[in-house]
Structure formats: C-alpha cells, structure tokens
C-alpha cells in the first residue's frame, strides 16, 4: 500500500467577467421586454409578471459579486440570455478538454511534471460536453499520457470522489498518478431568465495531481484519508440527457433542461448533512476542531459556510482559515473547493492538517483530510 499526495493543483480562469450590476440589468431588461411582449396575458392575469432582480438581494443571499464565464455577449443580450458558444468541429479539442487542459498543466508545473509522468485522467465534472468518448479520454490523447481515463459525474462533488477515485488507485498500486480535472461550464446549464437563481454560477476549470508521496518532488498534501456520501434528493435536478428526444416534447424550450433547485430545502438539508459528515470523518481520524488549520468548502453560498465553518470549529472561523472566492467566481460547482484549496494552501506548515468538502446535487457530500508535508 501507498500513501497518496495532492502534490499540484491549477485553476483556469476565463477572461471574461460578469458583475452583478452588468447581470441585473440584463436580467431586467429581459424582463420588461417579456412583460411588454406579454401585456395582454399579464393584465388578463392568465400570465404572471416578471420581477426585477436585485444587486442587493444577490450579494445579501450569497455573497456573490461576480462571476467568470467563457461567453458574456449572449448571457447579457436580453433577446438571447444564454452563453453563444461556437460549435467546434469533431477534429477541434473540445471546450472542456481545453479548460481542463490548461489547469492541468498549471498543475503538473507546480508539481515539477510532465503528462509523460501520468498514469491515468479523471475528468469529474457537473455536466459533460457530449455522451462519449469521454472527456477525460481527449484529455489523455493530447497530453499523449499512456494509460486510461474516463469521465465521472457527482454534481458539485465531483472534484472530491474524483480525488477519492485517484487516492484509491494510488494507494492500491494500480496507478502510480493521476491527473483529476474539473471543467465546469456552468453558464451553459443554468436558466439566465429565471431571477430565483441567475446569479448563482460562473465557469472555471480545476486539476489536481494525485501522486505517492514518494514520488513527490516538494511541498505536498498528504492525503490521509477520504470520505464520500450519498442521499437521493429532487431538490437540485436537471433533466436534459439523451431520452429528451425520444419524447414526444423533447425538443420544447422546457423549464426542466436546465438547472433547477428548491434553495431553501437544499440550504436546510445541506447543512446538517455536511457537517455531521465532516465531523464524523475528524472524529474517525482522531482530528479535533483545534487541530484543523484550514477548512476549504464547496462555494454555494456564504452563509451556508458560515454556518458550516462555526458548527466545525465550535467558533467563528477565523479570517483566512475557512477562505471564500464564491464573491469573485460565484459557485462553479465542483471547482470551487479546489480554487479555494489551490488559492489559499501555500502558506501552510508541515504537519498543519486541512479539510477540503464538496457537497451538492445528489445530494452527495466529499471529504479529503489532508497534511502538509515537504
Ligand atoms: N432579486 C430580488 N429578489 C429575489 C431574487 C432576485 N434575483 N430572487 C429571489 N428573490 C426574492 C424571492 O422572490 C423571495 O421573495 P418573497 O419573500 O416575496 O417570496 C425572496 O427574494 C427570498 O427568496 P428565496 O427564499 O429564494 O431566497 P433565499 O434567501 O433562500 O436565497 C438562495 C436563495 C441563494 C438560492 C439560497 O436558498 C441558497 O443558496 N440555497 C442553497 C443553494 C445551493 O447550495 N445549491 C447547490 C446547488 S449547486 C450543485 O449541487 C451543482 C449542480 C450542478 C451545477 C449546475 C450548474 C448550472
């Protein structure tokens, strides 16, 4: 048996930004242009009204201030309220397998590798690009890593039961690393017309290179022990996938294709799912709430992680123990505990432990406790 280590992480970052004033007023535009277009329905009362979003109400319900999104021009049109992304060829990289490509190779240069290092891709992600061949698949191909890949899908999870899944391997002696990426275009499976949760995600790719400590060839993060966890739940569904088209409806414009939550049943049931799970695994670990120097969570809501963070630590997490980046990348879904990892790790001690979870649509929970080694 092998000790696995995350020794590198990377995050891609599109170049495009979207503000929360830019976002409203595209989402109110839109709005007005439905209820003049729709003035009759509305005032026969057959037809509700659209309401105006509010800059307030989206950073006091999350904390989110901006997003990152691969396409800005058609999110902010009011006559399109949709990322326009070109079609590429089936000789052309696809999208995700360029994001992921680019935090991928972040990460092997923080871990002093190259692709010719790696054993095998986990391409773990929200929502992927096409049926097959994976993702994860292309992504070995143009790093020209022998080995396998596939792709997995945990929602918001994904990054941690990836992480799971390269630990295990590593630990067993099937592979010696492997490379866990996490595309996320979110932009393209979120409903920008509907005010309850247009503000809600951004797009980001994130890698995470799991390898022996062994072989690690500087400062690392041991990977002491995993946990994941699953409970069925309709509260975060999406029900676009193949069988659409063999339905009568199946090519409609329906509500249900896109992302689509119940927030408040999700807030509550969430929570104490999360931190029940978190602090069961410290406590199987013999890992006390003053032992932990840093907890990275999954970025949903801020005053979910309050929460989390206060119910974890038995306090008010201190500033920079438990570091948000929702303000500036919103949720990325499972990106966003890795960006907050590989942000915010580098200061650590030898020997300081960590925490980084996951959780989302499933629902499903992940935790990966991790100590700093050199
Ligand atoms: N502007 C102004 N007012 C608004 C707006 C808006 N944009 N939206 C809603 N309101 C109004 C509502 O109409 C309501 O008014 P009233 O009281 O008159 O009925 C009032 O504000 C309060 O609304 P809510 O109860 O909805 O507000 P909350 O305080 O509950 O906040 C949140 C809403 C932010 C959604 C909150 O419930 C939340 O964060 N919940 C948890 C979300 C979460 O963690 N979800 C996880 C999903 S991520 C995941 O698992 C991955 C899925 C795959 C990725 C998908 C990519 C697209």
New binding site residues.
């Given amino acids: 048996m092998y000790t696995p280590a995350i020794t590198g992480s990377g995050v891609f970052t599109p170049d495009q930004v979207i503000t929360n004033a830019e976002l409203v007023e595209a989402?109110n535009a839109y709005a007005d242009r439905y209820n003049a277009e729709n003035a009759d329905e509305i005032a026969a009362g057959t037809l509700a009204a659209k309401?105006?979003?509010?800059e307030e109400?989206?950073v006091k319900?999350?904390g989110i201030e901006q997003r990152y999104v691969i396409d800005k021009s058609g999110v902010l049109d009011p006559a399109v309220m949709h990322p326009l992304l070109r079609q590429r060829s089936d000789d052309e990289p696809s999208l995700m397998a360029e994001m992921a490509l680019k935090a991928a190779r972040i990460a092997l240069e923080q871990a002093g590798r190259t692709a010719a290092d790696v054993d095998a891709v986990i391409c773990a992600a929200?929502?992927l690009e096409r049926a097959y061949p994976a993702v994860a698949i292309e992504i070995q191909d143009l790093l020209e890593i022998d080995g396998f890949a596939f792709d997995m899908n945990v929602?918001?999870s994904s990054a941690t039961f990836g992480i799971q899944a390269a630990a295990d391997m590593v630990r067993s002696g099937s592979i010696r690393s492997a490379l866990v990426v996490n595309p996320?275009i979110?932009?393209a499976?979120?409903e920008w017309r509907d005010?309850?949760?247009?503000?809600?995600?951004g797009d980001v790719a994130t890698a995470t290179l799991i390898e022996r400590t062994e072989d690690a060839e500087g400062a690392h993060f041991e990977i002491r022990s995993t946990r994941c966890a699953t409970q069925y739940s309709n509260n975060?569904r999406?029900n676009n996938g193949f069988l659409r088209r063999s339905r009568p409806d199946g090519l409609a414009d329906r509500r249900d294709m896109?992302?689509m939550?119940n927030?408040?049943k999700?807030?509550k049931e969430?929570l104490p799912l999360v931190a029940d799970h978190i602090g069961n695994h410290m406590a199987e670990e013999g890992v006390e709430a003053g032992d932990l120097k840093r907890l990275w969570l999954h970025q949903?809501?801020k005053?979910?992680n309050d929460f989390i963070g206060r119910k974890v630590l038995g306090r008010a997490p201190e500033p920079g123990e438990q570091p948000n980046i929702l303000q500036d990348y919103a949720?990325t879904?499972s990106a966003g505990s890795i960006i907050a990892f590989s942000k915010y790790s580098d200061d650590l001690e030898p020997g300081d432990v960590g925490l980084i979870c996951s959780?989302?649509?499933?629902y499903s929970v992940g935790s990966v406790l991790v100590e700093r080694r050199d």
């Fill in positions: 989402f309401e105006h979003s509010s109400f989206i319900a999350s929200s929502n929602a918001c996320e979110c932009s499976h979120l005010r309850d949760c247009h503000f809600i995600f975060i999406n896109q992302f939550q927030g408040r999700v807030f969430v949903a809501n005053s979910m949720n879904s959780f989302g649509a499933g």
